[in-house]
């Protein structure tokens, strides 16, 4: 279940003065809380990020949460939105072969489950279909894939470049050979050869009488 919405009360003994945690503006404290809790994620279980705890990591008064974002749950879906935007941010400007900001992915894919599993509305969830869009637009300009390809390959790549980072989200930390540097880096050089190659495929799988359905 998602963490309780009202604020713990705050500990009166900190040893730092009411006052002082009172000079922070509202968008200074939205970014330290969603800095805080993409901090956390790599070290605190998910269901022990309370707004106690997420007060004391950034030195504020938890009511600071509820202030922002209404309550703890409307802090966990901005962090959200900020991992997709440094997702795009790292695909969009990082220079050299294709590769993904697989931490950052990590953190997201895990996060949002656990959310949705504790019972967020799945809709509260989904990112925003610009935002999806820019991840696709620069997905396949990192994978240098010809912007006059056809929709249905520029889909596909997509879909197969999504599923790969969410098998590394998966496998990654059981079988990490299998997403060493040298194989990731051959499984986007797969990826972006396929765009020339999907008519041809496609007329394969027609001659095999094989459809959608049959390989779902």
């Known amino acids: 279940m998602m963490p309780p919405s009202n604020p713990e009360p705050s500990n009166p003994t900190s040893a730092e003065p009411t006052s002082a945690k009172r000079r922070v503006t509202s968008a200074e404290a939205r970014v330290r809380l969603i800095d805080a809790v993409i901090g956390m994620l790599d ?9 106690r705890r997420i007060g004391e990591e950034v030195q504020l008064d938890p009511n600071v949460i509820f202030r922002n974002f209404d309550d703890v749950e409307g802090l966990f879906v ?3 939105r900020e991992l997709e935007q440094r997702i795009i941010a790292n695909v969009s400007t990082v220079a050299g072969p294709p590769r993904s900001p697989m931490h950052i992915s990590t953190l997201w894919i895990r996060f949002s489950l656990w959310l949705a599993l504790s019972g967020v509305p799945v809709e509260r969830l989904h ?14 300009r990192r994978f240098a894939i010809d912007p006059e390809s056809s929709e249905r390959a520029q889909s596909a790549l997509f879909a197969i470049t999504m599923a790969m980072v969410q098998t590394q989200v998966m496998f990654a930390q059981i079988a990490s050979d299998l997403f060493a540097p040298d194989i990731v880096r051959d499984a986007a050089v ?3 050869s396929l765009a020339d190659k999907l008519p041809e495929l496609s007329n394969l799988l027609d001659a ?9």
């Not at 070290?43 to 707004?51: D, E, G, N, S």
């Not at 990112?127 to 396949?140: D, G, H, I, Q, Y």
């Open 208 to 216: 095999a009488d094989l459809t959608s359905e049959d390989l779902s």
């Open 190 to 192: 797969l990826i972006s």
């Open 78 to 80: 901005a962090v959200l």
């Open 43 to 51: 070290t605190v279980p998910f269901t022990k990020i309370t707004a």
């Open 127 to 140: 990112p925003n279909p610009a935002v999806v869009a820019s991840l696709r637009e620069n997905t396949l």
